[in-house]
């Protein structure tokens, strides 16, 4: 029996206080879905600025807000048929329509781009993971391999996943894998192959970093580009204690805003890009990487678009065009995405060990948000414990 109320962090308006309510109604079982005890949830480097208004951002009012999480189902719909009570999952806020696939929205992040999507969000699936359960659709709970993930680790045990005994993770570090999700539905989508090299930029954020770890574990050469020197180092130390997994090897390049510079510097390791991967944020427009990206991928490479640069960019068109290049733009990802990533992680070929998890509680949320805002960084999430 689900408790009558349950406590929540309530957004009552864009741009104003979010509060802890101790009473909040608890999610009513429908079918199609799922009632899932939240164990920690994560939060985004930019959080902050989704609820105050500063990233302009639609959301219903009032209601629940959050991000990827992982829980414990606790209650599941009549009409599922593999999903179970007790079951740990990981909880995708990537809302699809169940008619139309092509309709898409973030659950407490965005409403999604379309009327179609707004009315998912403003309607039956208005409140998110920043709460003490959650309800989801079937299809956006990932069961994870408890025993494997969360046991204790063995001598016998293997980074492949043989042996006995588990990886020895904790629940919070976890919350990687709903990270790792976007920059791997991204390289999927242009078709990152086994050996193949791969431009990420910028490389040093949350996002970025991810990509960084994904495109290794796929077994892919990797050149990441960056502001921060001190990050990239980070990452190229991080790497060298883990290359035994990833086996990939790890370059990195310091973005100067010389177009020319830039170029040479990721030539200069002799490894013909493949692929150009952008996570650019918003504050980016400015900058040079972009072109200097494109410029360097190979005849008939690839290139994919995931970042939120505002506005319009330049694109170097004639070398495009006689480079018979192919440029694509993702959003989001997949759900066989996310079964694939989860089987990575579950292998032992995708390790999320090894960065920090900083936990608060609900009521600590705006120390939460800040630090999360100030910290980001390559192996570094914030969470929410309710």
């Given at each position: 029996?689900?408790?009558p109320t349950?406590?929540?962090?309530?957004?009552?308006?864009?741009?104003s206080?979010l509060?802890?309510?101790t009473?909040?109604p608890?999610?009513?079982?429908?079918?199609g879905s799922a009632i899932?005890?939240?164990l920690c949830?994560?939060?985004?480097?930019?959080?902050?600025?989704?609820?105050?208004g500063?990233r302009?951002?639609?959301?219903p009012t009032?209601?629940?807000p959050?991000?990827?999480?992982i829980?414990?189902?606790?209650a599941?719909?009549n009409d599922?048929t593999s999903?179970?009570?007790g079951?740990l999952?990981?909880?995708?806020i990537?809302?699809?329509?169940?008619?139309?696939?092509?309709?898409?929205a973030?659950?407490g992040?965005h409403d999604?781009?379309?009327?179609?999507?707004k009315?998912?969000?403003?309607?039956e699936?208005r409140?998110?993971t920043y709460?003490e359960?959650?309800?989801?659709?079937l299809e956006n709970?990932f069961?994870?391999?408890?025993?494997?993930?969360?046991g204790s680790?063995?001598s016998?045990s293997t980074?492949?996943?043989g042996g006995?005994?588990?990886?020895?993770?904790?629940?919070?570090?976890?919350?990687?894998?709903?990270s790792?999700?976007v920059p791997?539905?991204?390289?999927r989508?242009?078709g990152?192959?086994i050996c193949?090299?791969v431009?990420?930029a910028?490389?040093?954020g949350?996002f970025?970093s991810a990509?960084?770890?994904?495109a290794?574990?796929m077994?892919a050469?990797?050149?990441?580009m960056?502001?921060?020197?001190?990050?990239l180092?980070q990452l190229?130390?991080?790497h060298?204690?883990?290359s035994k997994?990833?086996?990939?090897r790890l370059?990195?390049v310091?973005i100067?805003?010389?177009v020319?510079?830039d170029?040479?510097?990721?030539?200069s390791f002799?490894l013909p890009?493949?692929v150009?991967f952008?996570?650019s944020?918003?504050s980016?427009?400015e900058?040079t990487?972009?072109?200097?990206?494109?410029?360097?991928?190979r005849?008939?490479?690839?290139?994919?678009?995931?970042?939120?640069?505002?506005g319009?960019?330049?694109?170097?068109l004639?070398?495009?065009?006689?480079?018979?290049?192919?440029?694509?733009g993702?959003?989001?990802?997949?759900r066989?995405d996310?079964?694939?990533?989860?089987?990575?992680v579950?292998?032992g070929?995708?390790?999320?060990?090894?960065?920090s998890v900083?936990?608060y509680a609900?009521e600590?949320?705006?120390?939460?948000?800040e630090v999360?805002?100030n910290?980001?960084?390559?192996?570094?999430?914030v969470?929410?414990?309710?």
């Open positions: 029996m689900l408790p349950h406590k929540a962090l309530i957004l009552t308006s864009i741009g206080p509060h802890v309510a009473t909040h608890t999610p009513v079982l429908t079918p899932i005890k939240v949830a994560g939060l985004l480097s930019y959080s902050k600025d989704i609820y105050n500063a302009k951002y639609t959301l009032p209601s629940i959050g991000s990827g999480a829980g414990r189902i606790v599941v719909g599922a999903l179970q009570t079951d999952v990981l909880c995708d990537y809302l699809r329509g169940r008619d139309d696939r092509n309709v898409g973030l659950l992040v999604g781009h379309s009327a179609a999507a009315r998912m969000v403003h309607g699936w409140d998110s709460a359960y959650v309800k989801l659709p709970c069961r994870l391999n408890e025993e494997k993930l969360l680790f063995s016998a980074p492949s996943g006995v005994g588990g990886l020895g993770y904790s629940v919070e570090e976890l919350l990687h894998i709903t790792f999700a791997y539905g991204g390289l989508d242009v990152l192959d193949e090299t431009l990420i910028p490389a040093t949350m970025g990509a960084v770890k994904v290794l574990a077994g050469n990797v050149i990441a960056g502001r921060n020197a001190s990050a180092a190229k130390t991080d060298h204690l883990t997994e990833s086996g990939g370059e990195t310091l100067t805003n010389n020319q510079t170029t040479a510097a990721i030539a002799g890009v493949d150009y952008d996570i944020p918003p980016a427009s900058s990487h972009l072109r200097s990206g494109i410029l360097s991928v005849h008939g490479g690839r290139v994919s678009l995931m970042g939120g640069i505002k319009d960019v330049a694109v170097p004639g070398y495009v065009m006689h480079a018979n290049m192919t440029i694509k993702k959003w989001m990802y997949e066989e996310v079964l694939k990533l989860v089987k990575l579950e292998n070929r995708l390790r999320v060990d090894g960065g900083k936990k609900l600590q949320w705006e120390e939460a948000f999360a805002a910290e980001a960084g390559p192996g570094r999430l969470a929410l414990v309710p």
